[in-house]
């Protein structure tokens, strides 16, 4: 196939009172310059997901948030044992992503509210050893928007575990992102995952086209 992710006919509907918004390890650890992994483009796209998030919330849409967090009893064997090659510390007193550090904190720019959900995670997948599922389900979410970084690890794991479950995916194109590492560009890989998204796994549609159909769900053309 060659067609890019806007090229694609949608084939579902985005209905507010079924929909939930999944901002996914935008946090400290990423987004601060100098950050154990930080991701430029993540920290660059702060202000459109903050615009999403409130949005979101005037909507009554549930705003769920995950933590990238680890520990010794808290992660997964190949991440824990790699670690030190990717220049990532886990022993005392510099663990990275531990618990409690700096890094684990939601960036203040994008803090939740007062009773929105924070799920920690070790993972990649946002489903994987949580409650995400349970939580969704029990609000009756059906579709999910999903934000956050990074696109080739945590929220390329994400959707595919979403789609999985069987929820109507929507990828928000300007609100993902990555960094340059293992022989591409975070462009190249941002393209890349978006292209496959929409091709394989759900909607690709930027945060103001997320808006706008929210805004206004009236029946369209489903393939």
Not at 42 to 62: D, G, H, M, W
Not at 147 to 154: A, E, H, K, P, Y
Not at 158 to 181: E, F, K, L, M, P
Not at 198 to 214: I, N, P, R, T
Request: glycine share 6%.
């Amino acid at each position: 196939m060659g067609k890019k992710y806007w090229e694609w006919e949608p084939v579902f509907q985005l209905k507010p009172q079924e929909t939930a918004l999944l901002v996914i390890d935008m946090q400290n650890g990423f987004l601060d310059e100098g950050a154990p992994l930080e991701v430029p483009m993540a920290r660059n796209q702060v202000s459109v997901l903050s615009e999403l998030i409130s949005f979101c919330r005037n909507k009554n849409i549930p705003v769920v948030y995950t933590a990238f967090t680890v520990g010794p009893d808290f992660n997964y064997n190949f991440y824990w044992n790699i670690a030190e090659q990717r220049g990532i510390k886990i022993t005392s007193p510099d663990c990275a992503f531990w618990e409690g550090k700096p890094e684990t904190e939601i960036a203040a720019a994008l803090r939740p509210l007062p009773g929105e959900t924070v799920i920690k995670k070790c993972g990649y997948d946002c489903f994987a050893r949580t409650d995400l599922d349970n939580i969704l389900r029990s609000k009756g979410i059906k579709t999910l928007l999903i934000t956050g970084t990074v696109i080739n690890w945590c929220v390329d794991s994400t959707v595919r575990g979403a789609y999985h479950r069987d929820y109507n995916v929507v990828v928000v194109s300007d609100t993902v992102s990555s960094y340059d590492h293992a022989g591409a560009s975070a462009d190249d890989w941002c393209k890349m995952e978006l292209n496959l998204f929409a091709e394989a796994f759900g909607q690709v549609l930027s945060a103001k086209d997320v808006m706008k159909e929210l805004n206004c769900p009236c029946e369209k053309s489903i393939k």
